[in-house]
């Protein structure tokens, strides 16, 4: 499945490139490469990435400490193997694609073993065409995580503790988010009773990464938080969960009320260029966070039940590593908002945020399990979503 989203991503990629010359991008900005194929992904925070692997943090640039190096390292590595023949911008679209074919893999067979086919293949599907799913073939660092978050459930699944640790020692290193991962870490070991010893020598494990580049950051510029220092650059606000999605709806009305106005997320783009994007995904990001949050209270809820009639087959218990983890991951996605003077909050990126956790996934299939249509209706318009969503990425448009 997601093999053929990778297939179907770049062909889309290639035709929107092809269809519409260089004049007709709509952002410079978000512009950087400019031929076909991957360079067509070569699009806004790619670049951060990318420069990062090919020449390491710059000192005097702060905002690219605002990402993690797990996901760069990567592509140095795959740049470096390759002996240079690979462009970093293949190399990271290779890691990305690569990450993503064998996460899909590892939560098909994950979810199979504890829900069924059915339910394996529906997720999976989601998974695959959420509609900020280009981000798992862009040189972005989603779809590393999403692997790796993956990869920590199924080996829990199968009780290999300290593979698990290091595992997300390594995420701690290529995402911030991280921290729901090793927080699932340590109460999954807890709940386990494996005892007090081990799971502190999980949670150290689980978080190396994080520790080795907060001391890079202050040996290299004497601001170990450097990565939380550089946020103001983009305008990120920490708010309460969720009063950012309140804030934003009043920003869409405000919007589509005013066609000839213009909510400015980014004051260096023009209104126009803003104006042909924003509404879309904002809404995007506001039903990401919604279901989020849908899906998160459905798993409790399972699990609940599973608990209370643990002989019912109807009640298959969920990990409490995957509510964990979703719960993690939405609450941090809902508090982490774009906030610019004279404007309301705005919940941009949180779509891209809370795509990793699969337990949304699983979450929205167990809600919907029992009818046929609103599983076909929601698949439908996912896909649709992910390739207008893709559309607009590929032609320098700001998606996030």
Not at 35 to 51: M, S
Not at 286 to 299: E, F, H, K, R, Y
Request: aromatic share 12%.
């Amino acid at each position: 499945m997601a093999a053929s989203r990778v297939v179907a991503g770049v062909l889309v990629a290639h035709v929107v490139v092809v269809l519409f010359p260089q004049a007709l991008l709509h952002s410079k900005l978000g512009t950087l490469s400019t031929g076909t194929w991957l360079d067509a992904f070569d699009r806004w925070d790619a670049r951060y990435y990318l420069t990062i692997a090919a020449h390491g943090y710059p000192a005097h640039a702060s905002d690219f400490r605002a990402f993690f190096p797990g996901y760069p390292l990567m592509v140095r590595l795959v740049h470096d193997v390759t002996g240079g023949l690979l462009s970093y911008t293949a190399a990271g679209c290779l890691v990305s694609f690569a990450s993503f074919v064998v996460a899909s893999g590892l939560l098909y067979g994950l979810i199979a073993r504890r829900f069924g086919t059915r339910a394996a293949l529906v997720s999976t599907l989601l998974f695959c065409w959420f509609p900020t799913s280009l981000f798992f073939l862009a040189p972005y660092s989603e779809a590393l995580f999403a692997l790796e978050i993956v990869a920590v459930a199924t080996l829990l699944d199968r009780s290999r503790w300290w593979w698990a640790a290091i595992v997300a020692g390594y995420a701690s290193a290529t995402s911030p988010e991280s921290v729901a991962l090793t927080a699932a870490l340590v109460v999954a070991a807890l709940v386990a009773r494996r005892g007090i010893g081990r799971t502190i020598g999980y949670a150290a494990v689980g978080s190396f990464g994080a520790a080795a580049f907060v001391t890079f950051l202050g040996i290299r510029f004497g601001d170990p938080l450097g990565f939380s220092n550089a946020l103001p650059s983009f305008h990120r606000v920490v708010m309460a969960p969720y009063v950012g999605l309140i804030e934003n709806v009043g920003g869409i009305v405000h919007d589509l009320r005013n066609p000839g106005s213009a909510v400015h997320v980014l004051p260096n783009l023009s209104a126009k260029v803003l104006q042909t994007n924003e509404v879309w995904m904002w809404m995007v990001d506001d039903a990401a966070l919604i279901l989020a949050g849908v899906a998160l209270i459905t798993l409790i809820v399972m699990a609940v039940r599973a608990h209370r009639d643990p002989n019912s087959a109807d009640h298959v218990p969920v990990p409490i590593a995957w509510i964990v983890v979703l719960a993690g991951i939405t609450l941090l996605a809902s508090m982490s908002v774009v906030k610019v003077t004279g404007a309301p909050a705005n919940t941009e990126a949180a779509a891209r945020l809370v795509s990793v956790a699969f337990p949304l996934y699983v979450g929205l299939y167990l809600l919907v399990r029992r009818w046929q249509a609103p599983i076909i209706i929601g698949l439908s318009l996912s896909i649709a979503a992910a390739v207008l969503t893709q559309i607009m990425f590929n032609l320098g448009y700001w998606v996030t």
